[in-house]
């Protein structure tokens, strides 16, 4: 199987979801001349020409609103935004109209399209940089939320967001385009609300999303090496459809879980993973299920600082060992 | 003679036009009256802004589209449903929220949608839908294809950041869409001059080298001739065009609201009733001698029934299944 950037795998998908349907195409800031600000695009402009890779103003409220207008059309738009903070813009057009047109037209007008673009922090971009979006955008009947963590996800689950007949957001990290993994080459498709077991263990299980899947992976090693502990890291992959039936699979094996993201504590994931838990496995839990997650402080500039506020394996490993009383 | 038999068809076919623009003027007219009364009743719920004195911007510029184009509009947007040919039946019964309404009871007065007449929708965010009509204009040229999009706001929607990003890409992607500022004046109960640094919204067309044309909208005559410009531009062109049609809503901003409230005089009110559209028109086919009282009460006598079986219809017609409460959030 060939290794493959994230990068290369968003840009596969993206290549042969284009071939496939001509009603494919993209839009965005910077996709096209200069081949995306991430190079997800590379190649694409060349191979599909301008009127399938649209290069817009820096507008999102505009040109998200025009990516929805083509899906009411019947187009299959995936718009891409530079990173979900300027998306942030663009949220009346998501929120209002992508997600609300099938519903209040009674079933009339479907929404095909994809949003997508970096999310959550990089390195020390600071406040307006460095912001996960993915519980604002979970909260909305309507979207359909992922989050890959590997290549072989990114492809899988854009080339299943293209294909879907409503809007999904993708959420993808800039720390994240440069990791390699293997990537099942042509039709490889993961469906939309499916977790995946990315390390097997029977003693906690640590819940992840996107880059925290990696966080909760060194926490893994860590709790193997350090105090013979076997992690079960479940990776949600969808955070709207939410895998239920996988955590709750998961934790009636384990008895104990840490949920861990990039996002605020405060109505964040975790604490929908949680409510999930505390209903349905209220008797299988050995321990209150804790999480870690971004400080509750808008992201600092200075390395230390930063660092101090983003999830580690290190707050994850002190999580478990809480749940799993070692401490 | 060919010629003088072509001139005679050409003047039926208007004369034809212009009866229809009544009856579609006056129907909407008296849908409305007849909404005010259902909603003072308590059958229509929510918000509910209606269209009495802006009959003719919907009927002239709809008399100008095809059947394939399409159609988007604001929470304003009764007059253009029926206008588009939505039955009187289907818009009656969305606003009594029923399952026989075109939105299946689920939109309500803002959410009016025919899929099937292309008409995409009634939304409720100020300037929100504005970037859909582009949208639709995109894959109308992505498809190359020669329909065209009409787009509906009111005056206050130029005021929002969108309205503007939309204006520059329609004009920068050359979209086939036709941007209808249905201009009354009034922002709920804020004058545009109070609010607006430039108050001829066609200028705003020059920022963005956009065609432009300001249209008396009580004079639907006008109101079709300015939108055939504008369509052929978009159709055969590719040119958008933004349209300012000066108009004047009697009623008030919505139900909730007192008809002419402390932002504008009564008797501003009685003067702009002064130019009223559907008179207008019908002083016209009388002096034009194809029209007479007569006639005029025939069609008035006509859609009143209309409306009236439309009253009926929608109380007849069953809720939505509880059922449905969860259908329609996500398409299969």
Same mark, same amino acid.
């Given at each position: 199987?060939?290794?493959?950037?994230?990068?290369?795998?968003?840009?596969?998908?993206? %290549?042969?979801?284009?071939?496939?349907?001509?009603?494919?195409?993209?839009?965005?800031?910077?996709?096209?001349?200069?081949?995306?600000?991430?190079?997800? #695009?590379?190649?694409?402009?060349?191979?599909?020409?301008?009127?399938?890779?649209?290069?817009?103003?820096?507008?999102?409220?505009?040109?998200?609103?025009?990516?929805?207008?083509?899906?009411?059309?019947? +187009?299959?738009?995936?718009?891409?935004?530079?990173?979900?903070?300027?998306?942030?813009?663009?949220?009346?057009?998501?929120?209002?109209?992508?997600?609300?047109?099938?519903?209040?037209?009674?079933?009339?007008?479907?929404?095909?399209?994809?949003?997508?673009?970096?999310?959550?922090?990089?390195?020390?971009?600071?406040?307006?940089?460095?912001?996960?979006?993915?519980?604002?955008?979970?909260?909305?009947?309507?979207?359909?939320?992922?989050?890959?963590?590997?290549?072989?996800?990114?492809?899988?689950?854009?080339? #299943?967001?293209? %294909?879907?007949?409503?809007?999904?957001?993708?959420?993808?990290?800039?720390?994240?385009?440069?990791?390699?993994?293997?990537?099942?080459?042509?039709?490889?498709?993961?469906?939309?609300?499916?977790?995946?077991?990315?390390?097997?263990?029977?003693?906690?299980? +640590?819940?992840?999303?996107?880059?925290?899947?990696?966080?909760?992976?060194?926490?893994?090693?860590?709790?193997?090496?350090?105090?013979?502990?076997?992690?079960?890291?479940?990776?949600?992959?969808?955070?709207?459809?939410?895998?239920?039936?996988?955590?709750?699979?998961?934790?009636?094996?384990?008895?104990?879980?840490?949920?861990?993201?990039?996002?605020?504590?405060?109505?964040?994931?975790?604490?929908?993973?949680?409510?999930?838990?505390?209903?349905?496995?209220?008797?299988?839990?050995?321990?209150?299920?804790?999480?870690?997650?971004?400080?509750?402080?808008?992201?600092?500039?200075?390395?230390?600082?930063? %660092?101090?506020?983003?999830?580690?394996?290190?707050?994850?490993?002190?999580?478990?060992?809480?749940?799993?009383?070692?401490? | 003679?060919?010629?003088?038999?072509?001139?005679?068809?050409?003047?039926?076919?208007?004369?034809?036009?212009?009866?229809?623009?009544?009856?579609?003027?006056?129907?909407?007219?008296?849908?409305?009256?007849?909404?005010?009364?259902?909603?003072?009743?308590?059958?229509?719920?929510?918000?509910?802004?209606?269209?009495?004195?802006?009959?003719?911007?919907?009927?002239? *510029?709809?008399?100008?589209?095809?059947?394939?184009?399409?159609?988007?509009?604001?929470?304003?947007?009764?007059?253009?449903?029926?206008?588009?040919?939505?039955?009187?039946?289907?818009?009656?019964?969305?606003?009594?929220?029923?399952?026989?309404?075109?939105?299946?009871?689920?939109?309500? *007065?803002?959410?009016?949608?025919?899929?099937?007449?292309?008409?995409?929708?009634?939304?409720?965010?100020?300037?929100?839908?504005?970037?859909?009509?582009?949208?639709?204009?995109?894959?109308?040229?992505?498809?190359?294809?020669?329909?065209? !999009?009409?787009?509906?706001?009111?005056?206050?929607?130029?005021?929002?950041?969108?309205?503007?990003?939309?204006?520059?890409?329609?004009?920068?992607?050359?979209?086939?869409?036709?941007?209808?500022?249905?201009?009354?004046?009034?922002?709920?109960?804020?004058?545009?001059?109070?609010?607006?640094?430039?108050?001829?919204?066609?200028?705003?067309? !020059?920022?963005? @080298?956009?065609?432009?044309?300001?249209?008396?909208?009580?004079?639907?005559?006008?109101?079709?001739?300015?939108?055939?410009?504008?369509?052929?531009?978009?159709?055969?062109?590719?040119?958008?065009?933004?349209?300012?049609?000066?108009?004047?809503?009697?009623?008030?901003?919505?139900?909730?609201?007192?008809?002419?409230?402390?932002?504008?005089?009564?008797?501003?009110?009685?003067?702009?009733?002064?130019?009223?559209?559907?008179?207008?028109?019908?002083?016209?086919?009388?002096?034009?001698?194809?029209?007479?009282?007569?006639?005029?009460?025939?069609? @008035?006598?006509?859609?009143?029934?209309?409306?009236?079986?439309?009253?009926?219809?929608?109380?007849?017609?069953?809720?939505?299944?509880? *059922?449905?409460?969860?259908?329609?959030?996500?398409?299969?």
């Amino acid at each position: 199987m060939p290794t493959l950037t994230y990068r290369d795998a968003l840009n596969q998908a993206l %290549r042969e979801e284009m071939q496939r349907d001509a009603g494919v195409f993209l839009m965005g800031e910077e996709v096209g001349v200069y081949q995306g600000a991430y190079k997800v #695009s590379r190649g694409l402009l060349e191979e599909f020409g301008p009127m399938r890779v649209v290069d817009t103003p820096i507008a999102e409220l505009g040109f998200a609103g025009i990516g929805v207008g083509a899906a009411m059309a019947g +187009l299959r738009p995936v718009i891409e935004f530079m990173t979900w903070n300027f998306a942030v813009l663009a949220l009346d057009q998501i929120v209002n109209s992508a997600a609300k047109v099938l519903y209040e037209s009674g079933g009339q007008i479907p929404v095909p399209i994809v949003f997508r673009g970096p999310n959550g922090a990089a390195l020390q971009l600071a406040a307006q940089h460095s912001q996960s979006w993915e519980a604002w955008l979970s909260h909305i009947p309507g979207l359909k939320v992922v989050a890959p963590a590997t290549p072989a996800d990114a492809k899988g689950l854009l080339k #299943s967001a293209i %294909r879907d007949n409503n809007p999904v957001i993708v959420l993808e990290g800039e720390m994240l385009y440069n990791t390699k993994g293997d990537v099942p080459e042509g039709e490889h498709l993961v469906p939309i609300g499916k977790a995946d077991t990315k390390r097997a263990g029977r003693d906690v299980t +640590l819940i992840c999303h996107s880059k925290t899947v990696a966080v909760a992976l060194k926490a893994a090693e860590q709790l193997a090496e350090q105090e013979g502990v076997s992690a079960d890291v479940l990776d949600l992959r969808s955070l709207r459809p939410l895998d239920e039936a996988a955590i709750l699979a998961s934790v009636a094996t384990t008895n104990r879980a840490v949920v861990v993201e990039e996002g605020w504590p405060h109505c964040g994931i975790g604490a929908q993973v949680v409510d999930v838990i505390q209903r349905e496995a209220f008797d299988q839990l050995d321990a209150p299920v804790l999480r870690v997650t971004q400080a509750d402080v808008p992201m600092p500039y200075n390395k230390q600082l930063e %660092r101090l506020a983003k999830p580690s394996p290190e707050k994850v490993v002190a999580a478990a060992r809480r749940v799993l009383y070692l401490d | 003679m060919v010629t003088a038999t072509a001139q005679a068809a050409s003047d039926q076919t208007q004369v034809e036009l212009q009866r229809r623009m009544l009856r579609q003027m006056l129907l909407i007219r008296r849908f409305e009256e007849k909404a005010a009364e259902a909603y003072a009743l308590g059958k229509i719920g929510g918000f509910c802004h209606l269209y009495i004195g802006q009959e003719a911007v919907a009927v002239g *510029s709809l008399a100008a589209l095809r059947v394939d184009d399409y159609v988007i509009g604001s929470y304003r947007e009764h007059g253009q449903a029926l206008a588009r040919g939505v039955s009187a039946n289907a818009v009656m019964a969305e606003l009594f929220g029923k399952a026989t309404g075109c939105s299946k009871g689920k939109g309500g *007065s803002m959410h009016l949608f025919d899929v099937e007449r292309r008409f995409m929708g009634g939304h409720g965010i100020v300037g929100g839908h504005v970037p859909l009509a582009a949208g639709i204009g995109f894959a109308i040229k992505y498809r190359a294809g020669d329909q065209v !999009c009409l787009c509906y706001f009111g005056e206050a929607a130029v005021n929002i950041g969108v309205f503007h990003e939309t204006l520059n890409m329609a004009s920068v992607y050359k979209l086939p869409v036709v941007f209808c500022c249905e201009n009354n004046r009034y922002g709920m109960g804020t004058a545009f001059e109070r609010v607006a640094a430039v108050t001829d919204v066609v200028e705003h067309a !020059c920022s963005y @080298d956009m065609a432009a044309e300001l249209v008396n909208g009580m004079d639907v005559l006008a109101v079709h001739a300015a939108t055939e410009r504008a369509v052929a531009r978009a159709r055969h062109g590719r040119h958008p065009t933004l349209l300012e049609v000066r108009t004047y809503r009697y009623m008030g901003h919505s139900m909730s609201d007192p008809l002419h409230g402390v932002y504008r005089t009564k008797d501003e009110v009685e003067e702009q009733k002064q130019r009223d559209p559907i008179s207008h028109l019908a002083l016209k086919l009388k002096e034009d001698g194809v029209l007479d009282d007569a006639g005029l009460d025939a069609v @008035d006598a006509e859609v009143r029934a209309a409306v009236e079986a439309a009253v009926k219809f929608a109380e007849a017609s069953p809720d939505p299944d509880p *059922s449905e409460l969860a259908t329609h959030v996500l398409a299969d």
